[in-house]
């Protein structure tokens, strides 16, 4: 096992440089802001140019499982419009098959094995992941450049969701004026696993006699129901991107804004969601982007979802910083498009440990088990209810299962698998030992070793290792209380206000007369006709820091 890196040192030069880049990085938005102290700031007089607004739409537990995609079981009609408008990606990828990793993934640009929340979920073993010092939720580098940013609802980031890292607001509509440019995140949970579940007085608008099964389920009614039931869920959630999508159309903003449509992981599903199968990893993600892209576009380039946040940066003309590791696969800072992509499990649940990683380019997956000993099905108390898990189990404890179907129920896992995905989509056929792949397979192994070296991988690690370098005597860290200077910058009444705080790695939120909502700061600014400032710090996976209340008429 490789030492870890300390996970809140400062004698890492190259975390030095990176928190320098990020400090600069946010001042560059301060300009803006400073004479309203205000985080959401509107484009610069001297630009005289709209500037682009996003929207993402994020969906759970949904595979590519829409009509644009090719599957004539879907019905999807708002998102197959959406594809025709823009360009659907055929090779996006979630980091982690589950979503609490994926979104910690997404919000920071990095991958959870770095940072340390790949573990299902943080919460379960009580305790938050507590990232580098140098890393930020990326919305905050969009704060400090004047954009309004909202999320609807869901977080979920294995740390507590910042108070810095949003303005308060459901959407667009809640921005102080139409010139503000946005960044707003709207999710929708309806497609969800828990979904998957009979409910009261259902009617199935999917015929469950016409449902593709795959060849590792057992075809019975049970399990044709159950897929029917997560094809209807996936309409449902189709039908309320169509009235976000119509929402924005009669605001007559469609035209000025890029929308993103993704899913968090695969199918919520049995042999899916948790899983580095592609029924676990493997998503939709559709842009539309007016004006720059092309109708109807179809892209093949390998993207994961780490690089959604550098993206959107990219498009609102914000520089990435140099740390992240994702990559923007879109606009002036377009990267490299990937030769692969990793994606991995640890703990799922409260108790079902394991640790897998698997790489992947256009064709081929190597997928390695280093906890064969583990089975596939081990125990998950809240998965093993669902109907289709059930009826399987009935089936493999009565002998009555065959072929690809037994897999699952293996006593052990193999220490690798190795798929061909164009000619076994369903990934059953495993081909290590074939002789014909071995130099591929050779190649893909020392691929996925420099990348466990050069992220500084921490799969692997015991998480009450884990817990002990983020949570000394497994205690929370606490942030460090702001310091507030003012400064009188003339007889008018006008201050000039710097916040600090000790905590490296901290971000500094402030408000005006302790009412409203509470704004980024990223740079000193002058203030007038204010009687009351309030600020606090929060580091992530710290706890928040006292609020330091300051009455600027006595100072």
């Not at 009580?126 to 909202?150: D, I, N, S």
């Not at 780490?306 to 740390?323: F, N, R, W």
Request: a positive charge; hydrophobic letters at 30%; charged letters at 25%.
């Amino acid at each position: 096992m490789s030492e870890l890196p300390p996970l809140t040192s400062e004698s890492n030069k190259a975390q030095n440089l990176t928190r320098r880049g990020f400090l600069k990085a946010m001042a560059s938005g301060a300009c803006a802001l400073a004479h309203l102290g205000c985080s959401t700031a509107g484009p610069t007089a001297s630009s005289g140019k709209r500037r682009t607004n996003i929207l993402w739409i994020s969906c759970e537990d949904t595979s590519p499982d829409l009509g644009c995609y090719g599957d004539k079981y879907a019905d999807t009609p708002n998102l197959d419009k959406l594809a025709d408008q823009g360009c659907r990606y055929t090779n996006a990828f979630v980091p982690y098959p589950v979503c609490a990793p994926t979104r910690s993934s997404v919000i920071t640009a990095m991958y959870p094995s770095t940072i340390g929340s790949m573990h299902m979920r943080t919460s379960l073993r009580g305790y938050e992941a507590v990232p580098p010092p140098y890393v930020k939720c990326f919305t905050e580098y969009l704060r400090a450049a004047g954009y309004f940013c909202t999320n609807h609802t869901k977080t979920d980031y294995q740390f507590k969701s910042p108070f810095t890292a949003w303005d308060k607001g459901r959407d667009w509509r809640d921005r102080p004026s139409d010139d503000v440019p946005f960044f707003s995140v709207i999710n929708l949970t309806v497609s969800h696993e828990s979904r998957n579940w009979p409910k009261k007085n259902e009617k199935l608008i999917h015929d469950p006699a016409k449902v593709p099964v795959p060849p590792y389920y057992p075809d019975t009614p049970v399990v044709r129901e159950n897929l029917a039931r997560y094809y209807d869920n996936v309409t449902a959630m189709d039908k309320q991107a169509g009235e976000i999508l119509e929402r924005l159309e009669s605001d007559g903003l469609s035209d000025n804004t890029v929308v993103f449509f993704w899913g968090d992981h695969g199918r919520g599903l049995p042999r899916c969601k948790r899983w580095c199968y592609d029924s676990g990893i493997h998503v939709p993600l559709i842009v539309r982007r007016p004006g720059a892209i092309k109708r109807g576009t179809i892209c093949d380039d390998l993207i994961s979802l780490v690089d959604l946040g550098p993206t959107v940066m990219g498009l609102a003309g914000v520089e990435v910083p140099s740390y992240m590791q994702g990559r923007p696969f879109l606009g002036r800072q377009k990267a490299e498009s990937r030769r692969f992509i990793v994606a991995g499990r640890e703990r799922m649940d409260k108790n079902s440990d394991d640790h897998i990683r698997c790489i992947r380019d256009k064709r081929y997956k190597l997928i390695r088990n280093f906890m064969p000993e583990k089975p596939y099905a081990q125990p998950i108390p809240y998965r093993d209810k669902m109907p289709i898990m059930q009826e399987w189990r009935r089936l493999n404890d009565e002998n009555a299962l065959k072929g690809p179907q037994k897999l699952f129920f293996q006593e052990t896992k193999p220490a690798e698998e190795f798929y061909d995905t164009q000619n076994d989509p369903h990934e059953i056929n495993n081909l290590i030992d074939s002789p014909e792949h071995q130099d591929r397979i050779k190649n893909m192994r020392r691929e996925l070793e420099t990348w466990s070296k050069q992220t500084g991988d921490l799969g692997g690690t015991p998480e009450d290792e884990l817990i002990e370098r983020m949570w000394p005597g497994k205690k929370q860290p606490v942030t460090a209380r702001p310091k507030i200077k003012i400064k009188s910058a003339s007889p008018g009444g006008k201050f000039i206000v710097t916040i600090s705080c000790a905590t490296d790695g901290a971000s500094i939120g402030y408000r005006l007369d302790q009412a409203g909502p509470w704004l980024l700061y990223s740079a000193p600014f002058e203030l007038k006709k204010v009687t009351v400032l309030q600020a606090k710090c929060i580091r992530l996976g710290y706890r928040e820091s006292e609020a330091v209340t300051v009455n600027l008429q006595k100072e």
